[in-house]
T-cell receptor, first 116, second 116 residues
Framework: AQTVTQSQPEMSVQEAETVTLSCTYD???????LFWYKQPPSRQMILVIR??????QNATENRFSVNFQKAAKSFSLKISDSQLGDTAMYFC?????????????FGTGTRLQVTL | GAVVSQHPSRVICKSGTSVKIECRSL??????MFWYRQFPKQSLMLMAT?????????EQGVEKDKFLINHASLTLSTLTVTSAHPEDSSFYIC????????????FGPGTRLTVL
């Protein structure tokens, strides 16, 4: 079974600053995906970024980037130029790559507050 | 991205009654749908996985006779909470994947169930 750990229950960052959210996971699988999802107060889950484990290059989506360390089983999310709209709960998630639809295993989440 | 809707968004019911929640994929065929439960300030916990035309696969500890899942078409899955009790009060979220993008889950906006 896979486990995902987010050790930071809450974090705060000032607008325009950079923040890094940490995530570690445990698995015996070699082929998998890692995700960061954002859940704002509306509760709608929004995909922020995705990383395929077989790719060494870190994924980037505009202000969001990841630091994927496969050997260390670490998958942190960096948010640059933080904006008020980034205030949300952030979940790290793991998915085994099977070729068919597979379930997501979520971490416990990090609540990010962006302040003025 | 693809769109998933849920109906109703909020429902309040009396203890002992049954409640049906609908999950629809609006612009893609969801060959697989997932149902998650989220308690306040907690993460998403997978309840079951359903493939169109097949019986749902429930996670350990989830009562299949209490949480009835039907996935009769490629665009609709339903979750029926039977004989609801106050401890069933929660936020229920569905997601769907298409036949080609099996590594991407599109989430619905969720349904808040309150059992009095």
């Amino acid at each position: 079974a896979q486990t995902v750990t987010q050790s930071q229950p809450e974090m705060s960052v000032q607008e325009a600053e950079t923040v890094t959210l940490s995530c570690t996971y445990d698995t015996s699988e070699n082929n998998y995906y890692l995700f960061w999802y954002k859940q704002p107060p509306s509760r709608q889950m929004i995909l922020v970024i995705r990383q395929e484990a077989y790719k060494q290059q870190n994924a980037t989506e505009n202000r969001f980037s990841v630091n994927f360390q496969k050997a260390a089983k670490s998958f942190s999310l960096k948010i640059s130029d933080s904006q008020l709209g980034d205030t949300a709960m952030y979940f790290c998630a793991f998915m085994k790559r099977t070729g068919t639809a597979s379930k997501l295993t979520f971490g416990t989440g990090t609540r990010l507050q962006v302040t003025l | 991205g693809a769109v998933v809707s849920q109906h109703p968004s909020r429902v309040i019911c009396k203890s002992g009654t049954s409640v049906k929640i609908e999950c629809r994929s609006l612009d893609f065929q969801a060959t697989t749908m997932f149902w998650y439960r989220q308690f306040p300030k907690q993460s998403l916990m997978l309840m079951a996985t359903s493939n169109e035309g097949s019986k749902a696969t429930y996670e350990q500890g989830v009562e299949k006779d209490k949480f009835l899942i039907n996935h009769a078409s490629l665009t609709l899955s339903t979750l029926t909470v039977t004989s609801a009790h106050p401890e069933d009060s929660s936020f229920y979220i569905c997601s769907g994947t298409g036949p080609l993008e099996t590594d991407t889950q599109y989430f619905g906006p969720g349904t808040r169930l309150t059992v009095l």
